[in-house]
């Protein structure tokens, strides 16, 4: 059963099927805990889980072999490996709260208004691309990335539609197909583009880089007549900074310094995510309201927004 074997395979990749492992130790146990035990195990550690997840690993649970003398050998084995995991994890973490700063540094933090874009990929293009005065043009990055088909002649014969040519920096390559994918998956007007090219017969990742040069170049944000929205680059910021436990003070630097990349006419619309969660924040209690309530009202100053004034909006808790 190929099939099954992958899904096993995949699911024992979920941090909370690791978790589950790691508390309850057997097969047995977990049919025992049942979705509705493995649910509220999830929600008391602060994962987010899918139901069909909990329900995959209860129906393998039911299936397993019983467990051979050893067991006991063989789950220590697990415990070793699984704090090796967690340990790398956090240096992962780590490295990439570190990557948000110096992105937050540089006038690449502006490709984080193209929805579709997060914060690591914008800081992987930013840091194999380098400044971009480098570039005289947008060609340039292409040409440099390779990002452009082989060219095969012959005699009479001149073929324009060859792979990829061998030549080029391949981690820019990889950082800009990269963001194509993400752009596809998660931008409606990239993904009715892509439809338009697979329709030609052409790679759906063939995605140009002139926008992203004229914004990184131009100072400014996204900004096309097909694109229903942009999304807000301090916003993603934070998000991510309270998703990766980031110091108060490391946050609010990279805010400062990111403010100072933003263009003048961006700053009100910038301001306006950010007055309606520190409402929230000094209405409650806890670390991350604590941490936001000092951070956003010295971010919304040097935005000249009112740090006060509350608007409804349907975009997700910065505080959840």
Same mark, same amino acid.
């Given at each position: ?49 899918? !139901? ?25 084995? $697990? ?20 990557? #948000? ?71 820019? &390559? ?5 963001? #194509? ?13 892509? &439809? ?11 995605? &140009? ?9 131009? !100072?400014?944000? $996204?900004?096309?007549?097909? #694109? ?11 998000? $991510? ?6 110091? *108060? ?18 700053? &009100?619309?910038? #301001?306006?995510? =950010? ?16 941490? =936001?309530?000092?951070? =956003? ?15 409804? *909006? ?7």
């Amino acid at each position: 059963m190929p099939g099954y074997s992958r899904c096993v395979a995949d699911l024992f990749d979920s941090p909370v099927v690791l978790r589950m492992a790691r508390d309850l130790g057997s097969a047995a146990a977990i049919e025992e805990a049942g979705v509705a035990g493995l649910s509220q195990r999830a929600r008391q550690a602060g994962l987010k889980v899918h !139901r069909s997840t909990l329900e995959t690993l209860v129906a393998w649970a039911r299936s397993a072999p019983s467990a051979e003398e050893p067991a006991t050998l063989h789950h220590r084995l $697990f415990l070793e490996l699984d704090a090796d995991q967690l340990a790398k994890a956090r240096s992962i973490d780590a490295s990439e709260s570190e990557l #948000a700063g110096l992105l937050a540094r540089t006038p690449y933090a502006l490709l984080l208004s193209i929805v579709g874009i997060n914060v690591v990929s914008a800081a992987e293009f930013a840091g194999e691309m380098g400044p971009i005065e480098r570039y005289p043009k947008a060609r340039a990055i292409t040409g440099r990335a390779g990002s452009f088909p082989a060219r095969y002649q012959s005699d009479r014969v001149d073929r324009r539609d060859g792979a990829l040519i061998r030549h080029a920096n391949h981690d820019l &390559r990889y950082a800009i197909l990269m963001i #194509a994918d993400n752009l596809i998956k998660c931008n409606e007007y990239f993904a009715v583009l892509a &439809r338009g090219w697979r329709l030609q017969g052409k790679d759906a990742r063939d995605l &140009r880089v002139r926008i992203a040069y004229q914004m990184v170049a131009g !100072r400014m944000a $996204f900004q096309h007549p097909c #694109a229903r929205r942009r999304d807000s680059i301090l916003r993603k910021l934070i998000q $991510f900074a309270l998703e990766q436990g980031a110091a *108060s003070d490391q946050l609010a630097r990279d805010l400062d310094a990111a403010v100072s990349h933003l263009p003048a006419t961006l700053h &009100r619309e910038e #301001a306006a995510p =950010l007055t309606e969660p520190l409402a929230r924040v000094r209405k409650r209690r806890g670390a991350g309201p604590h941490l =936001l309530g000092k951070i =956003l009202p010295v971010v919304l100053a040097k935005l000249e927004g009112d740090p006060v004034k509350s608007s409804e *909006s349907g975009e997700a808790d910065l505080t959840e």
